[in-house]
Protein backbone atom coordinates (compact mmCIF):
# COMPACT_ATOMS: atom_id res chain seq x y z
CA UNK A 1 0.00 0.00 0.00
CA UNK A 2 3.09 2.24 1.08
CA UNK A 3 4.72 1.49 -2.42
CA UNK A 4 1.62 1.90 -4.38
CA UNK A 5 0.71 5.62 -2.74
CA UNK A 6 4.75 6.52 -2.78
CA UNK A 7 4.46 5.93 -6.76
CA UNK A 8 1.28 7.81 -6.97
CA UNK A 9 2.40 11.09 -5.25
CA UNK A 10 6.14 10.89 -7.31
CA UNK A 11 4.07 10.56 -10.53
CA UNK A 12 1.85 13.37 -9.28
CA UNK A 13 4.85 16.08 -8.59
CA UNK A 14 6.40 14.93 -12.23
CA UNK A 15 3.31 16.05 -13.91
CA UNK A 16 3.55 19.27 -11.67
CA UNK A 17 7.19 20.03 -12.78
CA UNK A 18 6.59 19.03 -16.30
CA UNK A 19 3.90 21.47 -16.20
CA UNK A 20 5.67 24.63 -15.04
CA UNK A 21 8.06 24.18 -17.57
CA UNK A 22 6.34 25.49 -20.42
CA UNK A 23 8.37 28.48 -21.76
CA UNK A 24 5.55 30.53 -23.11
CA UNK A 25 4.57 31.48 -19.84
CA UNK A 26 7.18 31.09 -17.70
CA UNK A 27 9.04 34.62 -18.86
CA UNK A 28 12.06 32.03 -19.46
CA UNK A 29 12.17 33.03 -23.30
CA UNK A 30 15.41 34.29 -25.04
CA UNK A 31 15.45 36.28 -28.06
CA UNK A 32 17.98 38.10 -30.08
CA UNK A 33 16.03 40.70 -31.08
CA UNK A 34 12.33 42.59 -30.38
CA UNK A 35 10.97 41.25 -34.25
CA UNK A 36 11.53 37.73 -32.92
CA UNK A 37 10.17 38.14 -29.97
CA UNK A 38 7.14 40.46 -31.14
CA UNK A 39 6.23 37.22 -33.83
CA UNK A 40 6.40 34.39 -31.15
CA UNK A 41 4.02 36.33 -28.79
CA UNK A 42 1.39 37.56 -31.81
CA UNK A 43 1.62 34.54 -33.71
CA UNK A 44 2.50 32.17 -31.70
CA UNK A 45 0.73 33.09 -28.57
CA UNK A 46 -1.92 35.27 -30.46
CA UNK A 47 -1.15 38.68 -28.37
CA UNK A 48 -2.10 42.30 -29.79
CA UNK A 49 1.23 44.16 -31.09
CA UNK A 50 1.49 46.22 -28.64
CA UNK A 51 1.22 44.01 -25.80
CA UNK A 52 3.45 41.81 -27.28
CA UNK A 53 5.88 44.59 -27.58
CA UNK A 54 5.75 45.85 -23.53
CA UNK A 55 6.01 41.58 -22.75
CA UNK A 56 9.11 41.47 -24.69
CA UNK A 57 10.63 44.98 -23.19
CA UNK A 58 9.88 44.07 -19.67
CA UNK A 59 10.21 40.31 -19.82
CA UNK A 60 12.89 39.10 -22.70
CA UNK A 61 15.08 41.60 -23.52
CA UNK A 62 17.26 44.00 -21.71
CA UNK A 63 16.41 47.09 -22.53
CA UNK A 64 15.58 50.21 -20.09
CA UNK A 65 13.80 53.34 -21.18
CA UNK A 66 13.13 56.44 -18.99
CA UNK A 67 11.29 58.52 -21.32
CA UNK A 68 8.31 57.96 -24.19
CA UNK A 69 11.01 59.25 -26.73
CA UNK A 70 13.85 56.50 -25.95
CA UNK A 71 11.25 53.77 -26.20
CA UNK A 72 9.70 55.10 -29.15
CA UNK A 73 13.30 55.00 -31.03
CA UNK A 74 14.05 51.79 -30.21
CA UNK A 75 10.70 50.27 -31.33
CA UNK A 76 11.30 52.28 -34.34
CA UNK A 77 14.35 50.73 -35.41
CA UNK A 78 13.66 47.45 -34.30
CA UNK A 79 11.03 46.93 -36.66
CA UNK A 80 9.13 50.03 -36.97
CA UNK A 81 5.43 49.10 -36.03
CA UNK A 82 4.13 52.52 -36.60
CA UNK A 83 0.69 51.13 -35.89
CA UNK A 84 1.16 50.00 -32.25
CA UNK A 85 4.75 51.34 -31.04
CA UNK A 86 2.97 54.66 -29.50
CA UNK A 87 0.42 52.59 -27.11
CA UNK A 88 3.53 49.93 -26.54
CA UNK A 89 6.13 52.36 -25.77
CA UNK A 90 2.98 54.01 -23.09
CA UNK A 91 2.34 51.05 -21.94
CA UNK A 92 5.87 49.98 -20.97
CA UNK A 93 6.52 52.95 -18.95
CA UNK A 94 3.45 52.89 -16.91
CA UNK A 95 4.31 49.25 -15.97
CA UNK A 96 7.85 50.43 -14.93
CA UNK A 97 7.24 53.46 -13.04
CA UNK A 98 8.07 56.07 -15.48
CA UNK A 99 4.99 57.10 -17.31
CA UNK A 100 3.56 60.65 -16.58
CA UNK A 101 0.82 62.31 -18.40
CA UNK A 102 3.19 65.29 -19.02
CA UNK A 103 6.11 63.38 -20.97
CA UNK A 104 3.21 61.74 -22.99
CA UNK A 105 1.77 65.21 -24.03
CA UNK A 106 5.19 66.54 -25.03
CA UNK A 107 5.92 63.00 -27.37
CA UNK A 108 2.24 63.53 -28.95
CA UNK A 109 3.11 67.41 -29.75
CA UNK A 110 6.32 66.45 -31.62
Known amino acids: MHRFLATGLALTVALALAACGDDHHGGNEHYDNLMDCVTD ?3 D ?3 PEAQAIVTCLVDHLDQHFTT ?3 CLDYVTANG ?3 DSRMAACEDYL ?3 GHGSD ?3 AVAHVH
Do not use: F, I, K, S
Open 41 to 43: HTA
Open 45 to 47: EGL
Open 68 to 70: LQA
Open 80 to 82: GYA
Open 94 to 96: RQT
Open 102 to 104: AAT
